[in-house]
């Protein structure tokens, strides 16, 4: 009885990239990949996702580690601002960090007055937005860890004398590092395909600031054989990733 | 101001992120409020006309609709605004138009090469680069040269869509390379970036920069008057629609369409 509307459901989200497959022309794969454009964003755009992830591994466990262990009031409250960027549309969150840390913006007109530092249109905003859009995947898969992690080793440790930071870094980390990994994969492959907040907020510049979204978006409007190659490729990284993952990426958030 | 807007931004977000995914103008809001199932009091069918034209036209050709939707009774006009490869693309993937309108004579050359246009398509305005700039022109850019300096924050349209190819024609003229820091999808996506300041300065049309008001300032530059962007329309190939799209073409092209696009600064054909 549920096998139809299953099969649907397969058919429907395999279905396009199946296409995707068949369209491609593979005969002038090589030739059209070996481009210097292409190779050039998707170096930029492996090397921003990664900046990003590390950035969110920087920011966003300790983050999560208060979501999940502290008590204050308004945690809640915090939790759901924290992940907003999941549900915003990502054109949205380009605008906010524009208004935010642009040249005009609240905090970026101080940081250009003062510092001379302008951050849109710069390799940095591309890694920013991507860190913005990609973090609260990392959060809420490192705090789903640590909800689920066993307390009773922690307090063991530390009725035998471990300080906090002992036990933090010997016990705790290493209990949800399958959590940790996983949304560190997660939120660099969101990164990697991050489109609307990337090319509002660092624009667009081939060789510069072009990432492989952006470029597969411009290759539409003049070569959509390019698109779709440069659409292959993305596509190949994503199963990668989720081939590494295999069914670990729904383990974090149990 | 950017206070206020990031307020702005960020309450209407909280409130429900639905608002937060409409395309700015992407639909004429006045046709969208008339729904075009409702027959209208003196009893025509409703008939509705998509409109598929180039950003640049956005403020021209939501007058036009306005008033072309005045003059024809129990018509609603759509509009959707985008650079004008974009269009031509969605065209392509079957996305259901009836008038097409591009901002030059190349990318409405590849519509009808791909037999997406059912008449000969007809230029009925004209459009020439002009040089934005914020009102207080913090980077002093008083020519097309300063477009090349470094130092500034430039932001041009990629050279994919129809002002990226005028700009370089322009460029090529003067004799020199840009220097860009962006190159947006379409020219109204380099007007927001001069007008929220990130930019110092950017090429679009004159249009733009009239309809931008006092948020930016336009400086003209002698090669501009050699790169003329001319502007085709043409019915779309297989309109459900197609007498009525001929109408709108003739009613861009009349003395009131002339009149409303001269207003906003483009030329004559």
Request: charged content about 15%.
């Amino acid at each position: 009885m549920l096998i139809l509307p299953a099969g649907l459901a397969v058919a429907f989200l395999i279905g396009p990239l199946i296409g995707l497959l068949i369209v491609a022309p593979w005969a002038e794969l090589p030739a059209r990949l070996a481009t210097p454009e292409v190779f050039a964003a998707l170096r930029l755009s492996l090397w921003c996702a990664t900046a990003a992830t590390v950035l969110c591994l920087l920011l966003g466990v300790p983050l999560a580690w208060i979501l999940a262990r502290a008590e204050f009031p308004g945690r809640r409250v915090l939790r759901a601002l924290v992940t907003l960027p999941l549900v915003l549309p990502p054109v949205v969150g380009g605008v906010a960090l524009l208004l935010f840390l642009g040249r005009r913006g609240l905090v970026g007109e101080h940081l250009h007055t003062w510092f001379g530092v302008s951050i849109p249109f710069t390799v940095l905003a591309v890694v920013l937005a991507e860190a913005f859009v990609a973090m609260p995947f990392l959060v809420l898969s490192v705090e789903g860890a640590l909800r689920g992690a066993d307390r009773r080793f922690e307090e063991a440790a530390a009725t035998l004398g471990a300080s906090r930071r002992l036990v933090f870094r010997r016990i705790t980390l290493p209990s949800v590092a399958p959590g940790v990994l996983a949304g560190a994969v997660l939120c660099w492959a969101r990164a990697l395909g991050e489109f609307g907040a990337t090319i509002t907020f660092a624009g667009s510049l081939p060789g510069e600031t072009q990432t492989m979204p952006s470029a597969v978006y411009v290759a539409l409007q003049t070569s959509p054989d390019d698109a779709v190659v440069l659409s292959l490729l993305l596509l190949t990284v994503c199963v990668l990733v989720l081939v590494s993952l295999r069914e670990r990426w729904t383990g974090g958030l149990r | 101001m950017t206070r206020a807007l990031f307020g702005l931004a960020l309450g209407l977000c909280v409130l429900g992120s639905a608002g937060c995914g409409a395309v700015p103008g992407s639909v004429d809001g006045a046709a969208a409020d008339r729904s075009s199932s409702g027959s209208p009091a003196d009893g025509v069918p409703a008939r509705q006309l998509t409109v598929f034209a180039a950003a640049s036209l956005t403020e021209g050709f939501t007058e036009l609709a306005r008033r072309f939707e005045e003059a024809n009774p129990g018509v609603s006009v759509r509009s959707s605004f985008a650079g004008s490869g974009t269009l031509v693309q969605q065209l392509e993937h079957g996305a259901p138009a009836d008038v097409l309108a591009t901002a030059d004579v190349v990318t409405m050359d590849r519509a009808v090469e791909a037999g997406l246009t059912g008449t000969e398509p007809v230029v009925f305005a004209t459009n020439r680069l002009q040089i934005a700039v914020p009102p207080d022109d913090p980077a002093n850019v008083t020519r097309l040269a300063d477009l090349a300096a470094p130092g500034n924050t430039i932001a041009l349209c990629a050279v994919e869509v129809p002002c990226g190819a005028a700009a370089e024609e322009a460029f090529d003229r003067a004799g020199f390379e840009p220097a860009p820091d962006t190159r947006e999808q379409d020219v109204k996506a380099v007007l927001t970036k001069v007008v929220l300041g990130e930019a110092d300065a950017g090429l679009v049309y004159r249009t733009d920069v009239h309809s931008a008001g006092e948020t930016v300032r336009g400086i003209d530059f002698t090669e501009a008057d050699e790169v003329v962007n001319d502007y085709p329309i043409a019915v779309v190939a297989d309109s459900p629609q197609a007498r009525l799209a001929r109408e709108f073409l003739d009613f861009a092209r009349s003395e009131t369409g002339h009149e409303v696009l001269a207003d906003l600064g483009f030329g004559p054909p």
